[in-house]
């Protein structure tokens, strides 16, 4: 960790990079645009038996306050952008939705908030990035820029990603969340800040997941902030569990597969 970081930012990074300076965060911040998505109808109800595992949980303020224990262990991320929905024009179209004084109150240990680059809404998405990293630097909150591609999935790929994981870090972003492609290392070569990786919708089968992650740390990325291959999985917590191993226990994906598929047999 920097030795020159003020204490307050140093403390709130601890806690979202644990001291192996892996991560693992939970997504459950999809309703802020999608609604009640599948499997996430009562988000209290799927984020808690999965706590035990996870790092951090990336949610907004209306489902923290909702639905979750403030005594809660994992930290906070907080979803901070949106103005957007499935069935609305762009889904590009975002802005900062939540003020300082509430990330303050909340006692978020980092915010996240989306860029969406290449988009019509390039300049204003970023100017919101730049001046969250302002407002927030002033007290310490780390900032977790997104690069999300909305329905334009053709920009997953290295050359794009590598564009936007770059101009997030450039504009002061503490860690920058981006997806998993061919040739991830030059996008995090490339990108001088820690680089997490997002999941996208559900994929055909538990091990496809873990070797992506696997793949992905690999190639540079700290971590993951996950979302439906987790909690849209039929055993959640044997997914939460097995990817907690992957990342923090240097599992191999066969040997976390193995964890998963035996969790999954005594669940049942
Ligand atoms: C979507 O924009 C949300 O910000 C999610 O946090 C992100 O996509 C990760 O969730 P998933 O793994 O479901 O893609």
């Known amino acids: 960790m920097n030795g020159n970081m003020d204490w307050g930012m140093a403390n709130r990074l601890s806690k979202t990079i644990r001291p192996d300076g892996r991560c693992f965060y939970l997504a459950m911040d999809h309703g802020y645009f999608q609604g ?29 306050r909702a639905v979750t224990n403030p005594a809660m262990n994992p930290a906070l991320i ?7 929905s499935m069935v609305g024009k762009d889904l590009a179209n975002e802005e900062a939705t ?59 790929e290295a050359r794009y990603l590598s564009l936007a994981c770059r101009i997030c870090a450039e504009f002061g972003a503490s860690v920058v969340k981006t ?7 030059k996008v995090t070569g490339g990108c001088p800040v820690p680089v997490v990786i997002a999941g996208g919708p559900k994929t055909d089968s538990e091990y496809e997941v873990l070797q992506f992650v696997y793949n992905g740390i690999q190639q540079g990325a700290i971590g993951v902030n996950l ?9 959640p917590v044997g997914m939460a569990r097995s990817l907690q191993a992957l990342i923090h226990e240097n599992a191999t994906p066969q040997e976390a597969y193995e964890l998963f598929l035996s969790i999954k047999q005594d669940v049942k």
């Open 227 to 235: 979302g439906r291959n987790i909690w849209q999985n039929e055993c």
């Open 98 to 156: 939540t003020a300082m004084d509430d990330i303050i109150r909340l006692n978020a240990s980092a915010v996240g908030i989306s860029v969406y680059i290449g988009s019509d809404y390039e300049h204003q998405t970023l100017m919101a990035l730049a001046k969250l990293v302002n407002e927030c630097t002033a007290y310490g909150i780390p900032v977790m820029a997104v690069t999300a591609v909305g329905r334009e999935t053709g920009k997953m």
């Open 78 to 84: 907080l979803r901070v952008s949106g103005g957007n």
């Open 36 to 64: 009640p998505t599948h499997c996430l109808e009562q988000p209290g109800k799927a984020a808690e038996p999965l706590l035990p595992y996870i790092d951090a949980l990336f949610v907004t303020r209306g489902v923290l």
């Open 179 to 185: 997806y998993y492609c061919e040739g991830f290392e």
